[in-house]
Every structure is written in structure tokens, then in C-alpha cells.
């Protein structure tokens, strides 16, 4: 009995020896609660000063736009019709960054007129926001808003990389630049290359050293906005991402660069084309709505007669879309001969861009869309020949074509029997979409959605 009294009492010693700690033990136990408020608090002093040192930029461009001097030396002939009190007209052609009620263009409307006492007039060629060189060149070939445009503009402003596919903007920039040349002689030019060159996003950084060697090629110098923002910010990223910050950048340093720019730009000079494609005979011609005549309530007919007046039966062409688009989803089937060449869904503003791959065009062409609605939206069709790119390149944002099989060769119902939506054009869409939107080879089109990019034509397909 006294034995295990004893081992009672050895117990109890032993269980009171693990119920005591240490000092060590206890600082052991409190030191990650002390670490993890120092890191708390060293977060929050760094997050201030970066708050601090930001506001303080911030403050230091307010402060330098506000002291900017209002009587600075102007040079170059632009700047002498505002000092005599006249209209400057600038002509702007680009995609959705190059608008007259821009940051940029807005503060420099603002400033010279300020400065001087004259006008500056914008006039902006109707492309939509995501516009390539294509849509520049056709706008200027075509009826419509293109004829519209002024004929005798002082500076022409050209922002065009952003949305152009990088293996054939070489070839469209260079056609347009020269088109502008060719229709505005008397006018200066400015190319501008964007800010977003400087995002790893997009084919704008792909396409800006094209822009810069091809408008060194005809004697001009392009302004590079990248350039720009780059000098200026260390960090470019947070800068842009920043919508304030980024407007007060624009309104400072573009505009600054804007007018600098204007003070030396001149026109282009003559000189052999880089790609020698150009060198051959370009044709692009205008089918405008009025020589389309109603093909019931939701188609246009193109007659062989027209065709004949345009000198386009049987010639070998792309075809190209020009439309308004109304809120929602757009759709139309485009037949050559009764055979679907190319349809689209489309949603937007406006588009114009790329329709058919090669096509012959020999008795009619009809354009079937889903409602009135979009068949009066319809301006123009165009038809560019010959072929500009070689089998297997892409042609900007263009749009999906159908798969061409024997089952959708069949005729186009005639005039009285025209559907809302063609039955060829409904099965040729299903097709494409239970076979995961895959096409025969030798198409070149790529699936996916309509602002894709996707191969023109086939070597094969008018042979």
C-alpha cells in the first residue's frame, strides 16, 4: 500500500513539472505574433509612401500643364494659316484611337486655338474602332462616306497597326499610304504609331518597325506615341492602367509631341514601292446600294446587267462588305451565281472588311440578310482584283466563309419564294457548327468567332 502511495506522489511531481514553462518557451510562443504585426506595419508604411510619392507625380503633371507657356514659338507652315486667322483641316483616318473627341485631340484643338486665335477642323473618316489599313484604303477608293471627305485637307493624321494582321500589313500599309498620296498631294502627313506598341497584347508592338520603315521609305516621319510614354515613364503599365493619371499624360505629353510633330511634318515623296506587287495595276471598285436593286423584303440583287456596266462579268476578285450594324447580332449570306461565297454574323457599330475569298462573278450577285432592317443598313460592296496576297495569308479582321460543297450550290429561289433567311446559308452555318466550325483545307479558314482572322483565298480557286 505505501508503495503505491509513493508512485501516486512521483506522478503528481512529474504531471506539476509539465504544467510549468519557461521563459524561453513562452517568447517562443509570442515571437510569431510579434513578426507577423512588424510585417503588418512595414506593409502599411510602404503602402503610404507609394500613395504619397503617386499623389505627388500626380500633382507635379497638374502643376507642369497648368505652367505649360501659351506663347511658344510655333513653327511650319501649318501653324501659319491659325496665326492669319484661318481653318487648319485635318483629315483623321484610323481605327477607334484616333477620334477628334479624343484626350489628345481635344487638348490640342484647345491649346492652338487658344495660342492663336484660328480654327482647327477635324473631319473623321467613318471606320470602325477595330479598322486595318484595308478599311482605310477602302474608304478611300469607295463611294459614300469615303467621296464625302474633304478634297483639300492641310494634314492627313494616319493611326493604323493596332488590329492589321502582321503578315500582311506590310503590304496594305504601303497601299494606303501611297492612296493617300495619290489623292491628297498638296497635304502633309503624319503616321502615327500607338502607345499600345508598348503592350505585349495585340499586333500593335508587331507592326510598329513596319510603319516606321515604310514611312521613312516616302520621306516622313512617323510620331511614336510608345516612344513617348516610354521616355517619360519608367513604369508605362501602371501608367496606362491609371485612367486619370494616363488622361493627364495624354493631355501633357501628347499633345506636346503632337505639336512638335506638326511643326516639321511634310508630304510624301516619290519613290518605288518596297513590295513590288504594288508596282502592278490595283483595282478596287465600288458597288454602292443604289445599283442594288430589292430582291423582296430582305435581299439585294446585283443584275448581270450592272455587272456588265461595271466591267466586272466574269472577272476574277475579293469581295468586301461596307455596313452600319444595329444593336445586336447582324447576319447575311452573300451568293455569286447562286452559290454562297460568304456570310457573317456580325455584331457592332459598323464593319468593313473582307467578305468572300475569290470569286467570279458572271450573272448575279445577291446579298441576303436576316431582316429590313439590315438590308437598308447595307453601303457598299467592293471588288478588289487582283488577288494582293500569296495562299495561306490572312487579310486582317475579315470574315468567316461558308464551306463550299455540293449541297450548297444548289440555285437561289427566285424572286417571290426569297426567305428571311436563306435555307443554303442556315444549313451551311449548322454544318459548320456540328463539325466544331472546321472547313476543307484547301479554304484556308481558321473556326472561331468573327473577329478572327482567317486565309483569303486558295492558289486552287481560280485557276
Known amino acids: 500500500m505505501e508503495e503505491i502511495q509513493q508512485k501516486q506522489r512521483e506522478e503528481e511531481k512529474k504531471s506539476y513539472g509539465k504544467k510549468r514553462k519557461s521563459l524561453l518557451g513562452i517568447f517562443l510562443t509570442v515571437l510569431p505574433l510579434i513578426l507577423g504585426a512588424l510585417v503588418v506595419f512595414l506593409l502599411y508604411r510602404y503602402g503610404k509612401q507609394v500613395i504619397r510619392e503617386r499623389d505627388t507625380h500626380n500633382e507635379a503633371l497638374i502643376h507642369e500643364a ?30 477607334g484611337d484616333l477620334h477628334s473627341d479624343s ?47 474633304s478634297s483639300n485637307p492641310d494634314l492627313i493624321v494616319l493611326s493604323f497597326g493596332n488590329y492589321d494582321e502582321p503578315y500582311t500589313f506590310p503590304y496594305y500599309y504601303e497601299l494606303l499610304l501611297r492612296t493617300v498620296m495619290e489623292n491628297y498631294s498638296e497635304a502633309s502627313i503624319l503616321p502615327i504609331i500607338s502607345y499600345k506598341a508598348l503592350s505585349p497584347e495585340g499586333y500593335s508592338k508587331d507592326n510598329a518597325m513596319v510603319l516606321q520603315n515604310i514611312s521613312s521609305h516616302y520621306g516622313i516621319e512617323p510620331l511614336n506615341f510608345a516612344a513617348v510614354l516610354a521616355k517619360q515613364e519608367e513604369h508605362p503599365d501602371s501608367v496606362m492602367e491609371n485612367q486619370e493619371e494616363f488622361q493627364r499624360f495624354q493631355e501633357k505629353y501628347f499633345v506636346s509631341a503632337m505639336i512638335s510633330a506638326m511643326e516639321t511634318v511634310k508630304k510624301g515623296e516619290e519613290a518605288s514601292p518596297i513590295n513590288p506587287i504594288l508596282e502592278e ?109 500569296e495562299k495561306g495569308l490572312k487579310n486582317g479582321t475579315v470574315l468567316p466563309l461558308p464551306e ?59 485557276s
Open 66 to 95: 497648368a505652367q505649360a507657356p501659351s506663347d511658344a514659338d510655333y513653327s511650319g507652315a501649318l501653324f501659319e494659316k491659325l496665326k492669319n486667322g484661318e481653318e487648319l483641316r485635318i483629315l483623321l483616318l484610323g481605327d
Open 281 to 389: 495595276g490595283r483595282e478596287c471598285i465600288a458597288i454602292p446600294r443604289s445599283l442594288w436593286k430589292d430582291y423582296g423584303t430582305t435581299a439585294l440583287l446585283l443584275s448581270e446587267e450592272e455587272l456588265e456596266k461595271l466591267s466586272l462579268k466574269g472577272r476574277h476578285g475579293m469581295l468586301a462588305l461596307s455596313t452600319a450594324l444595329h444593336a445586336g447580332e447582324n447576319k447575311g449570306n452573300l451568293y455569286v451565281d447562286g452559290i454562297l461565297e460568304g456570310n457573317y454574323s456580325l455584331t457592332g457599330e459598323s464593319y468593313l472588311g473582307i467578305l468572300s475569298r475569290d470569286v467570279s462573278m458572271r450573272q448575279q450577285c445577291i446579298l441576303n440578310f436576316e431582316t429590313e432592317e439590315e438590308k437598308n443598313n447595307f453601303q457598299s460592296l467592293y471588288f478588289l482584283s487582283p488577288i494582293p496576297l
Open 103 to 149: 484626350v489628345s485631340l481635344t487638348a490640342l484643338k484647345s491649346k492652338l486655338e487658344k495660342d492663336f486665335g484660328g480654327k482647327i477642323v477635324f473631319e473623321e473618316a467613318e471606320l470602325p474602332d477595330n479598322a486595318t489599313s484595308l478599311s482605310g484604303y477602302l474608304i478611300l477608293k469607295g463611294e459614300g462616306s469615303g467621296a464625302n471627305l
Open 404 to 462: 463550299i460543297t455540293a449541297e450548297s450550290s444548289q440555285e437561289i429561289p427566285s424572286e417571290t419564294a426569297v426567305p428571311e433567311e436563306s435555307s443554303t446559308g442556315r444549313q451551311t452555318q449548322e454544318r459548320n457548327s456540328d463539325t466544331g466550325n472546321k472547313v476543307e483545307e484547301n479554304t484556308n479558314t481558321m473556326e472561331g468567332s468573327t473577329e478572327e482572322l482567317i486565309g483569303i483565298y486558295d492558289g486552287d480557286a481560280h
